[in-house]
């Protein structure tokens, strides 16, 4: 059977993210990124993956404090993993506003 990718790309969030003391003092825009790959779905036969409730695991990053972007896509790619049908996830997250002479600063994790 096929393998399928699907891809979720920077859904913003704002957080405390972050050890510097800039970093803990506002919260932050934070952009998250997930490339799911999936078996067993078949949307002639009406089962597909269901990536509502990713987006709400993100999502529930709102406003919560976590110290490094480490911990962040650790967190979400072990829900993203524990997910029926997922065989690989790649979850990456960048901070935009970090750094004035930088687009981003960012972290991915694969497996």
Known sequence: ??????????LEITMFLGIHDFE???????LVSAEITVTGTDWTAGTFFDYDPVAAFIRSFNGTRI???EELVS??????????GVVHAAVASKKPDVYPDAKAVG?????
């Open 1 to 10: 059977m096929a393998e399928l990718v699907i891809r979720l790309e920077e």
């Open 24 to 30: 803990r003092a506002r919260p932050q825009r934070v």
């Open 67 to 69: 110290d490094t972007q």
């Open 75 to 84: 967190r979400i790619h072990a829900f993203v993993r524990a997910r029926e």
């Open 107 to 111: 972290v991915l994790l694969r497996g």
